[in-house]
């Protein structure tokens, strides 16, 4: 389970990224780094975030206080957080979804656009852009471990947070 993607989010503020959540012990619970299109979060101590993510048919949610910049394996850095508050859900989406952080292109009117791909399921998948999609099908060039997968997709619902463009895509 642990290095699995989840998403976390600034609370009072519609700012969120994806991690991986590195330990889970106690109350304890240690992520990577979180970015947002290559810029780090910054957390305050004590400042409050949410943090959810899937793991077979559940969701887990979690509401938590950063405490402090830890030292994890390889000389690398991740966060620490205190848990508050904790609940498990039943996942009733008919495909259980993944949040991943992947980077794609794909091509609009005005020429290339990017987008961050933050959750997958086997239907669909949640992108993320810095300008609004001016069509209601877009292809997807997603890289993925080293090589780029094409996916088409229509969209199905879309919200404007804090600046950005969120979609919701249904794979044709």
């Known amino acids: 389970m642990w290095g699995n993607y989840a998403e976390i989010k600034l609370n ?94 794909f091509f609009n009117f005005s020429g290339i656009s990017f987008a961050h791909v933050l959750d997958r399921s086997d239907e669909g998948l949640r992108i993320q852009t810095w300008n609004p999609l001016q069509a209601r099908e877009i292809e997807l060039n997603i890289h993925v471990n080293g090589s780029i997968e094409l996916v088409r997709g229509e969209v199905k619902w879309h919200k404007q947070i804090d600046g950005m463009y969120q979609y919701g895509l249904q794979i044709c």
């Open 12 to 105: 009072g503020s519609n700012r969120n990224a994806s991690v991986r959540v590195l330990e889970i012990k106690n109350d304890i619970l240690v992520t990577s780094i979180p970015k947002l299109n290559g810029d780090l979060f910054f957390f305050l101590p004590n400042e409050s975030v949410s943090l959810s993510f899937f793991l077979g048919r559940h969701v887990y949610e979690y509401d938590l206080h950063f405490e402090n910049v830890v030292s994890i394996s390889n000389n690398q850095i991740g966060y620490r957080f205190r848990t508050v508050r904790v609940e498990m859900k039943i996942n009733d989406r008919k495909f259980a979804r993944s949040y991943v952080s992947q980077e794609a292109i």
